[in-house]
């Protein structure tokens, strides 16, 4: 490439062999194709990196392997940033990691540190109009894990302080657990 800056090339070629491994979903060998380009600012690197971040997560749900999900989902966020993960909708690939990691460790009888999972990332929101049941899914596991701490008193702080949610009938439910 003639006056070109031959390290965009490069950029460019690893994104390349990067998309062909998200061809052949093998996403943790894209991502590794697709972080050097991350240092550029360019969207097209972050776009396709947060996508075959978003598919490896997904592989690792469906595998049971919920803290690896999380690791990749919270590796890509570190790596981009809220704004531009945001930017990209990632939030909902986001959460179903952060939710099924945490009713792991809950189950597990972890539940302090599920507490601290599912609220590490309170600037990186979840929209309740466009994910109802995204929304209503973390809102569920922050209340059982409250439940399952004995915290009552904070249950019942948190479900009235839902009241944006706009399904009575559904915080009404949230809030019978707290008692229970």
Request: aromatic fraction near 8%; charge should be neutral.
């Amino acid at each position: 490439q003639k006056g070109g800056n031959p390290g965009n090339l490069l950029f460019r070629l690893q994104l390349e062999v990067g998309l062909v491994r998200f061809a052949q979903e093998d996403y943790a060998a894209a991502i590794e194709h697709m972080v050097p380009g991350l240092g550029t600012g360019e969207g097209i690197y972050a776009a396709n990196y947060l996508a075959a971040s978003a598919n490896l997560a997904r592989q690792f749900l469906e595998a049971g392997k919920n803290e690896e999900a999380y690791i990749a989902v919270n590796a890509a966020v570190g790596m981009v940033g809220e704004d531009v993960a945001a930017s990209h909708g990632f939030q909902n690939s986001y959460w179903p990691a952060v939710i099924a990691y945490s009713q792991a460790l809950r189950k597990a009888g972890k539940a302090a540190d599920a507490l601290q999972i599912a609220t590490l990332q309170k600037s990186f929101k979840i929209d309740p109009s466009s994910s109802p049941s995204l929304y209503r899914a973390y809102w569920q596991e922050r209340v059982s894990i409250l439940v399952t701490m004995g915290r009552g008193g904070d249950c019942r702080a948190l479900v009235k302080g839902l009241s944006d949610a706009g399904d009575s009938r559904w915080l009404e439910r949230q809030r019978s657990h707290c008692s229970n």
